[in-house]
C-alpha cells in the first residue's frame, strides 16, 4: 500500500514538473454527468466525477453548469461552482432549485470544467460542455392525458408560485384559473403553460383550487395548501404521578390552518437515550427508566414548512405530582380521636411524602388542615394518619391529599371526601331552667320550662329530660317524672311549701349535671305592689334595668313572652349574674309595634321572688287606628270633639303620647289663636292643637267664626308617629243672630239719643235758633211809609215820591246756557234755540226796551210750557252755582249785587243777573257774596242812580209800595206780562222770594 | 306476454325468476317491505341532496360553480344506475334487487372513505362529516331493507365482492371523487325509487 502511494506521489511530481516545464494548461473536463431529480420534483441534482488524478491532487476546481429547458434547450441559468477535490470523498454532485415543477417541461443540464488551483497559474481554461443530460417533461410525451403541477404542494404564505398545465397531444389550454379566477399564462413550450401567483395567501384546510380547462370540456386541477411554519412550543413542563411515566406538555400556539397529514406535528426526544417519541398537539407521555432520574428533552414542533424545537432538563423525583388518594377509611372512632387510612395506587417507596387531612366540621363549615410527613410506601399500601381534639357527636367530613415531601412539586387532587360521626358523651352541662308558679286556692301549679342543650352541649342525642322534685325541708319524698325529648316544659303541682326541683338530659351515654330551681313559700299578694314601669327599645331590642336587690341574690332573672298575644305565648327567660342589673332583650321574635311585658325576679336562697315590671315595644311604630271622633255642642264661635272610645292600652303599636287636633277652614287658611299654623302637603294651612295627655280625650275648639264650615282632624301621637289625617269630619258653626242684631240696634239708639239731645238743644235754644235762622220780618201792611188810605184819598199822590219809594223787585229768570254766558259776558239776552228742539221763549217786557229776558220757559214736544228742565238750567257762575248746590235756602238764589260802586267790574255784575234790588244811588251796600244770602232789609233804599240799568219786569208796582211777598204771584207777573205782549197764556208759578215756599220758585228744576 | 332480454334471460336463469309460488302472507309482506323502502328512499333522496349541496360548498370554488366546472364522471368503481329504457323495463325483480344491494354495498364503503377524505380536507366541516356519516348508515340500512325483500321474495343473496379502492392520489381528485359520490349516491336513489315503483305495482299490498 504504502509502495502504491509512493508511485502516485513520484507520478504527480513528474507529471506537476512535465506540466511545469511544457507550460501546458491542464484541463480536468467532468466525467459521467448523471441528472434526476427529488420526489416533489422540484430539484434537479447533479452527479458527476473526474479523473482519479484530479483527486489525488487535490486540485481546487471550478465548474460551470447550464440549464435549459424545453426541447429547445433554451437556457434559462447558468452558475459555477467551485470546489476542492479530495482524495477521500470522490465523487461530485450538486443540486439546482427550479420555481416551476420539472414535469412542466424537458431540463436539460450540461457541465464544464477548469482547474482553479494555484500550483497550475496559467491554468484556467475550461473543458468542453459535457453533452446535454435531459430530464423529459411530460410535454414531450406523445399522450392525449393532460395534467396540472405542483400537486398537493405546501407552501408558506407569501410565497409566489408557479403552477403549469400541460395539454395532451391534440388539446389546448384554454384557462388556468386559482381560486376561482382565470390568470394570465405563458407558454413554456406548444402544450405546456404556466401562471404565477404571487404572495399567496393562507389556504383554507382543504387547500385552494387550481383548474386547467382545456379544449374539449376537459379540466384538470390540483390543490396548493399555504400555511406557516410552526410556533415554537412554550411553557414546557413534565411531571409525573406513578413515577412511571412523565407528562409532558406544553403551550402549542395558535391550531395551524392545515389539518390531517399537513398539521403540525409534535415529538419528543431526549438526549441521553437518543429515543424519540411522536406526541399529540399539547402532550407527551415518556416512559421513566428506573435507573435514570435525569432527563434531557427537545420539543420539536413540525411541518411541510419548517420545525421550531423546545427543550427541557429534569429530575423525576422533584416533578412527582402523587396520585389522587383512594379508599378513604375512619377506624377507631372514639368521641374526639379517630385515625384515617387511605392508599396511593402507585409506588412512592423512594419518597417521602407529604400528605394533608382537610377535617370539615359539617354544621358550620369550620375546616382545620393537618400536615403529616410519611414514608413512601408500595403501591395500595395503606397511610394513616391520626386526627384529634375533635367533638363528640360531631359529623366531620375529611378528605385527603399528598404530595412529595423533599421537593414540592404539586400537590395531588383531593381525595374523594368521607363523612364520619365521633361517638357520643354524656351532657357536660347542665340544663337552663326556669319556672312559672301559678296559684290556684292552696295548692300551687309549677310550669318548669328548660331549654333544649345545643348540640355542642348535649355530646350526643339527648333521649329524655327528667324532673325530679319535693319539698325543700323533706329530701327523702321527692317525685321524679320522665318528659319526652321533644317537649320543653312539664307543669307539677306543689303546696304552699317551699320546693326544690331539679331537671336533667340523659342521651344514650348517661345524664347531664341536674340543674336546680326552688319555689319559695306561699306568700300572698306579693306582687300586688309592683307597678308597671315603661322601658325604651333601642331599634333591635328593649333595654331593661332594675334596681339591686337587697340581700343574697345568686342570680337575676328576666322572663317575657315572644308572642304575647298569643295563646302559646313562647315563654323566655334569661338569666344573669348578681352583679349584672341592666340588659338590652333581644330575640329573633321581636316585632316592632307589639308590646312586650318583662317581669324581673331576683333568685335567692328560698326561691325566686318579682322584683320589677317593665313593659315596653322594640320600636313604636305610628298607630294605626285613628281615632274615631265626634262633634258636640257646636256654637257659633266653638264645639266640642270628643274620641272617648280610642284605645291607649297595649292594642296600640306604641305608647300614645299625646293628641293632635287639626283644624281646617274649608276654602280658607285657619288662624286660631293658642294654635300652631301648619301648611299640610297638599297646601291647605290648618291650625294645631296638642293634647299632651294620652287620657284626655275631648276638646273644646273656640274662637272659631260663626256659620263657618271647618274640618277637624284627631290623630294620637306616639314616639313611632302619628296617625294619619283625615279630614273627613266636618262641622258648621251656627248663625250668631245676637251679633247681628246689636250690630244693628246699637247705632240706631245712638242716632236717637242724638236727636233727642239735639231736640232738646234746639228747645233749650229756640229763641236764638229762631233769630238766626227765621228772623223777624217786618209787615209792610204795618208799616207807616205806604199808607194806602193816603193813596185812596189823595189820588194827587198816587204818584210815589221817589224820594220815599223802596221798590223791591223780584226777577225769576231761566234762560239757557247760551244766553247766560251772553249775559255774563255782555250783560245782554240772547235768543235762539236749543237742544231738543225746545222752544226758548224769552219773556221780554217791551217796557224795558233791550232791557234782558228774565224768564225762559221752554215747550216740550206737546206743546206744553214748562220750566225749563234742570239740562238747561245751568249757571256759569261758579259761586252762584255752589250756592245752589249746597242746598241753600231759595234766599241764596237771589243775587242782591251791590252796584253801587261805580267801579263795579261786569263780571260781578253779571253773576247776578236775575234779580236785583239795586238802587244805584243807595249807600247799602251787600256785604259781599259770601252773605249774600242773608236777609236784607227792603227798607233799605237801594242806589238811585243805578236804577235804570237794572231790569224791573214788575213796573206795574213800581212806586205803589210793598206787596206782600205771599200775594204776589207769577200770575200776576203774567198778566203784566201779557199786557204788552200778545200771548195769552198763562204761567203759574207762584212766587215768594221771601217765603220759604218760594225755593221752586226761584230755582225750578 | 313478457319479453326478455338476453341479459334478463341470463340473469334469471342465475338468480332465478320470480317466484312462481308465495304465500299471501310472503306477498304481504314483501309489499310491505316495498312500501316502507318506497318511504325510506323519499326521505334519503331529500337528504341526498343536502349532502350534494353542502359537500361542493366545502370544496372551495370552483366547485359547487356549474358553469366553471362540469360534473364529475361516473364511478367505474359503482354499477351505473342508468340504462336503457328497454333494459330497466327488462330486468327482472331478483336483478333489479340485486343491482340494488351492490350498489348499496359499495356506495355505504364509498361514502365512509369519502368521510375520512373530507375528515384530512375539512376537519372543522362537523356538520358535513355528520351528514357523510349519516348517509353511509342510511345507505346501509337500505340495502338491509332490500336484502330483506329478496329474502321474502326468496332470492338468492348475491356475493357481492369487496369494495374497489376509489382512485384519489391527490386532494383535487379526492374533491372530485367525493362529489362524484355523493352525486351517484343521489342517482342511486332516484333508480331505486324508480325500481320501488315498478315492484310495488308488482307486489300491491
Known amino acids: 500500500m504504502d509502495l502504491i502511494m509512493i508511485l502516485q506521489t513520484v507520478l504527480l511530481l513528474v507529471l506537476e514538473s512535465r506540466m511545469s516545464q511544457s507550460q501546458e494548461p491542464v484541463v480536468v473536463p467532468p466525467l459521467d454527468l448523471k441528472v434526476s431529480n427529488d420526489s416533489f420534483q422540484e430539484y434537479l441534482f447533479l452527479e458527476w466525477n473526474v479523473s482519479d488524478w484530479a483527486y ?68 484556467e481554461v475550461w473543458s468542453d460542455w459535457t453533452s446535454w443530460k435531459t430530464l423529459l417533461g411530460l410535454d414531450s410525451l406523445d399522450s392525449e392525458e393532460p395534467f396540472i403541477f405542483p400537486k398537493d404542494k405546501i407552501v408558506k404564505a407569501g410565497s409566489n408560485v408557479t403552477f403549469c398545465c400541460i395539454a395532451g397531444k391534440s388539446q389546448s389550454v384554454l384557462s388556468v384559473e386559482y381560486k376561482g379566477s382565470p390568470y394570465p399564462v405563458s407558454y413554456i413550450s406548444s402544450r405546456s403553460v404556466k401562471i404565477t401567483v404571487s404572495d399567496v395567501s393562507l389556504s383554507r384546510a382543504s387547500g385552494t383550487n387550481v383548474v386547467c380547462g382545456l379544449s374539449g370540456r376537459k379540466h384538470r386541477g390540483t390543490v396548493l395548501f399555504v400555511s406557516q411554519p410552526p410556533e415554537k412550543p412554550t411553557n414546557v413542563s413534565c411531571e409525573t404521578q406513578d413515577l412511571k411515566n412523565l407528562i409532558c406538555s406544553w403551550f402549542p400556539g395558535e391550531t395551524s390552518n392545515l389539518s390531517g397529514i399537513r398539521s403540525t406535528n409534535y415529538s419528543l426526544y431526549e438526549w441521553f437515550s437518543q429515543q424519540r417519541m411522536a406526541c399529540s398537539r399539547n402532550m407527551c407521555s415518556w416512559p421513566i427508566d428506573k435507573n435514570r432520574q435525569i432527563y434531557n428533552f427537545t420539543l420539536t414542533a413540525w411541518n411541510a414548512l419548517g420545525e421550531r424545537n423546545a427543550t427541557i432538563v429534569l429530575d423525576v423525583t422533584h416533578r412527582v405530582c402523587p396520585r389522587t388518594p383512594t379508599d378513604l377509611l375512619a377506624n377507631h372512632l372514639s368521641a374526639t380521636n379517630v385515625i384515617l387510612y387511605w392508599t396511593l395506587r402507585s409506588d412512592y417507596s423512594v419518597l417521602r411524602l407529604c400528605c394533608q387531612t382537610e377535617v370539615i366540621k359539617v354544621k358550620n363549615g369550620n375546616v382545620t388542615l393537618h400536615n403529616i410527613s410519611v414514608k413512601g410506601l408500595l403501591s395500595m399500601s395503606h397511610y394513616n394518619t391520626i386526627i384529634n381534639q375533635l367533638q363528640p357527636y360531631t359529623i366531620y367530613s375529611l378528605r385527603v391529599r399528598c404530595s412529595a415531601s423533599d421537593h414540592f412539586w404539586k400537590w395531588s387532587n383531593w381525595s374523594e371526601k368521607l363523612s364520619i360521626r365521633t361517638r357520643e358523651v354524656a351532657p357536660t352541662l347542665g340544663l337552663d331552667i326556669w319556672r312559672e308558679v301559678r296559684q290556684n286556692a292552696e295548692n300551687r301549679t309549677v310550669i318548669i320550662y328548660w331549654k333544649p342543650l345545643s348540640e355542642n352541649e348535649t355530646k350526643g342525642e339527648v333521649l329524655s329530660y327528667h324532673i ?52 319559695a313559700k306561699l306568700q300572698e299578694n306579693d306582687i300586688e305592689d309592683i307597678n308597671e314601669e315603661r322601658v325604651n327599645g333601642t331599634g333591635d331590642g328593649i333595654h331593661i334595668s332594675w334596681k339591686p336587690e337587697m340581700g343574697e341574690v345568686s342570680d337575676y332573672i328576666v322572663q317575657w313572652c315572644n308572642f304575647p298575644k298569643s295563646e302559646n305565648c313562647d315563654f323566655q327567660w334569661k338569666k344573669y349574674h348578681n352583679n349584672t342589673f341592666s340588659d338590652v332583650i333581644k330575640s329573633a321574635a321581636f316585632q316592632p309595634g307589639v308590646r312586650y311585658n318583662f317581669q324581673v325576679y331576683a333568685s335567692k336562697a328560698d326561691g325566686a321572688h318579682l322584683l320589677e315590671k317593665k313593659t315596653g315595644y322594640m320600636k313604636e311604630l305610628a298607630p294605626a287606628i285613628k281615632p274615631a271622633m265626634k262633634v258636640v255642642r257646636i256654637k257659633p264661635n266653638s264645639l266640642v270633639l270628643t274620641w272617648n272610645n280610642y284605645p291607649t292600652d297595649d292594642s296600640q303599636p306604641g305608647f300614645i303620647s299625646a293628641y293632635y287636633i287639626y283644624v281646617k277652614v274649608l276654602q280658607d287658611a285657619c288662624s286660631l289663636k293658642g294654635a300652631e299654623t301648619l301648611e299640610l302637603s297638599d297646601g291647605s294651612v290648618v291650625c294645631r292643637f296638642t293634647i299632651g295627655n294620652p287620657e284626655v280625650k275631648s276638646y273644646a275648639v273656640d274662637q272659631l267664626k260663626p256659620n263657618t264650615k271647618y274640618a277637624f282632624s284627631v290623630v294620637a301621637l306616639t314616639t313611632g308617629g302619628e296617625s294619619a289625617i283625615d279630614f273627613s269630619t266636618k262641622a258648621d258653626t251656627s248663625y250668631d243672630w245676637q251679633a247681628v242684631i246689636l250690630a244693628i240696634v246699637t247705632p240706631v239708639i245712638i242716632c236717637l239719643l242724638l236727636l233727642l239731645i239735639l231736640f232738646l238743644a234746639c228747645y233749650w235754644k229756640r229763641m236764638w235758633l229762631k233769630d238766626t235762622c227765621f228772623p223777624e220780618i217786618p209787615d209792610p201792611n204795618k208799616s207807616n211809609i205806604l199808607t194806602l188810605n193816603e193813596l185812596k184819598i189823595n189820588s194827587e199822590q198816587t204818584i210815589l215820591n221817589i224820594g220815599n219809594c223802596i221798590t223791591s223787585t223780584v226777577e225769576v229768570v231761566n234762560i239757557s246756557k247760551e244766553n247766560k254766558l251772553q249775559l255774563c259776558k255782555q250783560g245782554m239776552p240772547a235768543f235762539g234755540r236749543e237742544g231738543n228742539g225746545h222752544a226758548i221763549y224769552n219773556l221780554e217786557d217791551q217796557k224795558f226796551g233791550n232791557q234782558p229776558t228774565w224768564i225762559n220757559f221752554f215747550e216740550n214736544e206737546k206743546g206744553m210750557v214748562s220750566p225749563n228742565p234742570n239740562p238747561f238750567t245751568t249757571f256759569e257762575n261758579l259761586t252762584y252755582c255752589s250756592q245752589l248746590e249746597s242746598g241753600s235756602s231759595s234766599l241764596l238764589g237771589l243775587g242782591i249785587i251791590k252796584t253801587n260802586q261805580q267801579n263795579q267790574s261786569k263780571p260781578q255784575y253779571q253773576q247776578y243777573p236775575y234779580l236785583d234790588l239795586l238802587n244805584k244811588d243807595s249807600s247799602t251796600t251787600l256785604p259781599n257774596e259770601g252773605t249774600s244770602s242773608a236777609y236784607r232789609s227792603q227798607m233799605a233804599v237801594p242806589n238811585a242812580s243805578k236804577l235804570n240799568d237794572v231790569p224791573i219786569s214788575a213796573c206795574t208796582v213800581e212806586c205803589l209800595g210793598y206787596k206782600a211777598q205771599t200775594n204776589f204771584s207769577l200770575g200776576l207777573l203774567s198778566r203784566v ?29 | 306476454m313478457e319479453v326478455l332480454t338476453g341479459k334478463e334471460r341470463r340473469s334469471r336463469q342465475e338468480f332465478g325468476s320470480r317466484p312462481t309460488r308465495l304465500s299471501s302472507a310472503q306477498s304481504k309482506e314483501a309489499a310491505k317491505k316495498i312500501e316502507q323502502i318506497s318511504k325510506q328512499v323519499l326521505m334519503l333522496i331529500n337528504n341526498s341532496q343536502e349532502l350534494l349541496q353542502k359537500y361542493l360548498k366545502y370544496q372551495g370554488s370552483p366547485f359547487g360553480q356549474p358553469d366553471l366546472l362540469p360534473e364529475p364522471k361516473k364511478l367505474t368503481e359503482l354499477p351505473s344506475p342508468d340504462l336503457s329504457k328497454d333494459v330497466w323495463l327488462s330486468l327482472s325483480d331478483s336483478e333489479r334487487l340485486r343491482q340494488n344491494y351492490v350498489a348499496y354495498t359499495f356506495l355505504t364503503d364509498f361514502l365512509s372513505e369519502v368521510k375520512s377524505w373530507q375528515e384530512d380536507l375539512n376537519p372543522n366541516a362537523s356538520d358535513l362529516l355528520e351528514l357523510l356519516e349519516k348517509s353511509a348508515k342510511q345507505a346501509l340500512g337500505l340495502r338491509s331493507n332490500v336484502a330483506s325483500v329478496m329474502k321474502i321474495l326468496s332470492f338468492p343473496m348475491p356475493l357481492v365482492p369487496p369494495s374497489p379502492a376509489l382512485d384519489a392520489s391527490t386532494a383535487f381528485r379526492k374533491k372530485l371523487k367525493g362529489w362524484s359520490v355523493c352525486q351517484q349516491y343521489q342517482d342511486w336513489l332516484h333508480r331505486t325509487q324508480r325500481d320501488i315503483t315498478v315492484l310495488m305495482q308488482r307486489y300491491p299490498l
Not at chain 1, 478 to 505: C, F, K, W
Not at chain 1, 999 to 1004: G, S, V
Open chain 1, 977 to 1005: 206780562i201779557s199786557e204788552d205782549n200778545t200771548s195769552t197764556e198763562e204761567v203759574n208759578i207762584s212766587v215768594s222770594p221771601r217765603s220759604t215756599n218760594s225755593t221752586t220758585f226761584l230755582l225750578p228744576d
Open chain 1, 468 to 519: 325530679t322534685w319535693g319539698k325543700l325541708d323533706d329530701s327523702n319524698m321527692y317525685q321524679h317524672l320522665a318528659v319526652s325529648v321533644s317537649m320543653n316544659n312539664t307543669e307539677i303541682s306543689i303546696d304552699g311549701q317551699p320546693y326544690i326541683i331539679r331537671v336533667t338530659a340523659r342521651n344514650m351515654v348517661g345524664t347531664s349535671p341536674p340543674s336546680e330551681i326552688r319555689i
Open chain 1, 56 to 123: 489525488e491532487s487535490e486540485l481546487k476546481m471550478l465548474f460551470q453548469i447550464q440549464v435549459s429547458q424545453t426541447e429547445k434547450r433554451n437556457i434559462i441559468w447558468m452558475g459555477n461552482y467551485s470546489r476542492m477535490l479530495s482524495k477521500s470523498d470522490k465523487g461530485l454532485r450538486w443540486n439546482w432549485h427550479s420555481h416551476l415543477p420539472l414535469q412542466c417541461t424537458s431540463h436539460s443540464v450540461r457541465i464544464r470544467s477548469a482547474v482553479d488551483d494555484p500550483r497550475f497559474p496559467t491554468n
